[in-house]
């Protein structure tokens, strides 16, 4: 199996977002090969898939809606020194209200590169990603469900901000490709912010603090942890400690309540896991 693996949000070694380079395939172009990646097939082709991106942006909707009316005290945002431990948030005040979004595979679907890149059967290239960012504009589609939900935060009042880790550089094609999607107007420095934006690479934590002193955070979105707090992201951080990090009693009182994980099966910082991590021994099991 090929996949790409890039981590576009927050992989704790910037600027290069890979994990892994899955070798090419050596063999003749099989019958399956002449299929796209399972991943692939699930995220970008599936009804499986479009009705779960489609039920989290409603939720993500009505849990806004919900939560303007209540005047939040406190950001969805984490204090710089607070830990999922002992979470403190940024306080709110009178501060206008803003939604956070990560942008790839959370906003917009990369169908160019994706299928370039598993064609090609190729891991993740970062020259090419560079290129993608600045002229994919027409080529990414908005998520199921996406625009519907971005127009009900708008007419709300909420203004609408993506966090990427696209780079600053190529700001202009970020801008334009968000909006052939139909996503609307994201502006540099005011509501795209862009790795470079600052000096601490991909990690999102100091520009989610620069957007939470200027709005009250009701809710963020992505399709990785670090899209939510970089403590996930901690390198050599071990499978199970990240493991009990997120699903923590603190962190469980976030998921749909103020944090909103999309699916993702293409690439993510889970592609280290090894056969243990996955399969706990307890679970081995062989036929007779
Ligand atoms: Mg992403």
Same mark, same amino acid.
């Given at each position: 199996?090929?996949?790409?693996?890039?981590?576009? @949000?927050? &992989?704790?070694? @910037?600027?290069?977002?890979?994990?892994?380079?899955?070798?090419?395939?050596?063999?003749?172009?099989?019958?399956?090969?002449? *299929?796209?990646?399972v991943?692939? #097939? $699930?995220?970008? %082709?599936?009804?499986?898939?479009?009705?779960?991106?489609? @039920?989290?942006?409603?939720?993500?909707?009505? $849990?806004?809606?919900?939560?303007? =009316?209540?005047?939040?005290?406190?950001?969805?945002?984490?204090?710089?020194?607070?830990?999922?431990?002992?979470?403190? /948030?940024?306080? &709110?005040? +009178?501060?206008?209200?803003? @939604?956070?979004?990560d942008?790839?595979?959370t906003?917009?679907? +990369?169908?160019?590169?994706?299928? $370039?890149?598993?064609?090609?059967?190729?891991? $993740?290239d970062?020259?090419?990603?560079?290129?993608?960012?600045?002229? %994919?504009?027409?080529?990414?589609?908005?998520?199921?469900?996406?625009?519907?939900?971005?127009?009900?935060?708008?007419?709300? %009042?909420?203004?609408?901000?993506? +966090?990427? !880790?696209?780079?600053?550089?190529?700001?202009?094609?970020?801008e334009?490709?968000?909006?052939?999607?139909?996503?609307?107007?994201?502006?540099?420095?005011?509501?795209?912010?862009?790795?470079?934006?600052?000096?601490?690479?991909?990690?999102?934590?100091?520009?989610?603090?620069?957007?939470?002193?200027?709005? &009250?955070?009701?809710?963020?979105?992505?399709? #990785?942890?670090?899209?939510?707090? #970089?403590?996930? !992201?901690? *390198?050599?951080?071990?499978?199970?400690? =990240?493991?009990?990090?997120?699903?923590?009693?603190?962190?469980?009182?976030?998921?749909? #309540?103020?944090? /909103?994980?999309?699916? +993702?099966?293409?690439?993510?910082?889970?592609? *280290?896991?090894?056969?243990?991590?996955?399969?706990?021994?307890?679970s081995?099991?062989?036929?007779?």
């Open positions: 199996m090929v996949l790409t693996a890039l981590l576009l @949000a927050g &992989c704790a070694s @910037a600027p290069a977002e890979v994990a892994t380079a899955p070798a090419p395939p050596t063999a003749p172009m099989s019958a399956e090969a002449a *299929k796209p990646p991943a692939l #097939q $699930y995220l970008y %082709g599936s009804a499986e898939a479009a009705i779960a991106v489609r @039920a989290t942006n409603a939720r993500i909707a009505d $849990y806004a809606l919900r939560r303007i =009316r209540e005047r939040p005290k406190d950001s969805v945002v984490l204090a710089p020194s607070a830990s999922m431990s002992a979470p403190l /948030f940024e306080p &709110c005040g +009178n501060k206008p209200f803003a @939604a956070v979004f942008a790839d595979e906003l917009i679907w +990369n169908l160019g590169p994706m299928r $370039y890149f598993a064609e090609q059967g190729s891991s $993740y970062p020259k090419i990603w560079d290129q993608w960012e600045q002229t %994919g504009a027409g080529k990414a589609v908005a998520m199921p469900g996406t625009a519907d939900m971005l127009a009900r935060l708008r007419a709300a %009042g909420i203004t609408v901000i993506a +966090n990427t !880790n696209r780079s600053a550089a190529n700001a202009k094609g970020s334009d490709t968000l909006r052939a999607a139909g996503l609307g107007e994201f502006k540099h420095g005011e509501t795209l912010f862009l790795m470079g934006d600052d000096a601490t690479g991909s990690s999102k934590d100091g520009r989610r603090a620069t957007i939470a002193s200027k709005y &009250c955070v009701i809710l963020m979105a992505g399709d #990785q942890l670090g899209d939510f707090s #970089q403590q996930f !992201n901690v *390198k050599d951080l071990p499978a199970a400690q =990240r493991m009990a990090l997120a699903t923590s009693a603190a962190a469980n009182a976030l998921w749909d #309540q103020g944090w /909103f994980l999309f699916p +993702n099966p293409v690439y993510g910082p889970w592609e *280290k896991l090894g056969w243990d991590d996955v399969f706990p021994a307890a081995n099991w062989t036929p007779e």
